[in-house]
C-alpha cells in the first residue's frame, strides 16, 4: 500500500516522500497490510509509524462521483492507482495507492526504526530527481496526482471511512 501525501497550506503543492533505508530511493509513505487488517487500518498505522500524521490529520482525495453508501457493506476509499510493479529482479509487489492531503504539520514524530529523512517537494523538484534517486512510477503517481486528481477529485474527511 502506498501512500501519497501532498501538503497544499504553501505557496506551490509539495509531496512527501522518504529515504526507503532497504532501496536507498525516495518513496511515499507505505508498507503492507497485515494478515488481521483492513486495508484502511494499514493506512493508519502505516501513515502514523513512517510520517508522524494520524489520519484524522489529513483528507482523502476521492471521486466527486462515487458510492458512499451500501447496504450491510463497507465502503472504502477509491485508489488512485492499482497497480503491479517490479521492486527488484525477483520481487513483484502490487499495490494499491491513496492520495492525501496535508494542511498542518504531523502532531506525532516518526517510529522508531522508520526513515527519519522526510522530505517535502515541489514539483519542479520531484522533476529533478533522478532514476536512481525516485522510481519513475513514483513520480509519475505523483505528477497524475499534482495535474489531475488534486483538481478534478475532492478533498474528503477520512472519518468517512470505519477503520
Request: glycine letters at 4%; a negative charge; proline letters at 6%.
Amino acid at each position: 500500500m502506498t501512500l501519497y501525501v501532498i501538503r497544499v497550506d504553501g505557496d506551490e503543492p509539495e509531496v512527501l516522500l522518504h529515504l526507503h533505508r532497504k532501496l536507498g530511493r525516495l518513496l511515499p509513505v507505505g508498507g503492507h497490510i497485515e494478515l488481521d487488517e483492513t486495508p484502511w487500518q494499514a493506512a493508519a498505522h502505516e501513515l502514523r509509524e513512517e510520517s508522524g500524521y494520524a489520519l484524522e490529520e489529513l483528507k482523502i482525495l476521492q471521486p466527486k462521483n462515487r458510492i458512499k453508501n451500501l447496504t450491510n457493506a463497507v465502503i472504502h476509499p477509491v485508489p488512485v492507482v492499482y497497480n503491479t510493479h517490479t521492486i527488484t529482479t525477483d520481487h513483484l509487489h502490487s499495490d494499491t495507492a491513496y492520495a492525501f492531503v496535508a494542511t498542518s504539520d504531523p502532531s506525532a514524530e516518526v517510529n522508531a526504526g522508520e526513515s527519519l529523512d522526510l522530505r517535502w517537494l515541489a514539483a519542479t523538484e520531484l522533476r529533478k530527481l533522478t532514476d536512481t534517486e525516485i522510481f519513475p512510477s513514483t513520480r509519475t503517481v505523483y505528477e497524475f496526482i499534482l495535474k489531475t486528481i488534486l483538481k478534478e477529485w475532492v478533498e474528503v474527511p477520512t472519518g468517512d471511512f470505519q477503520l
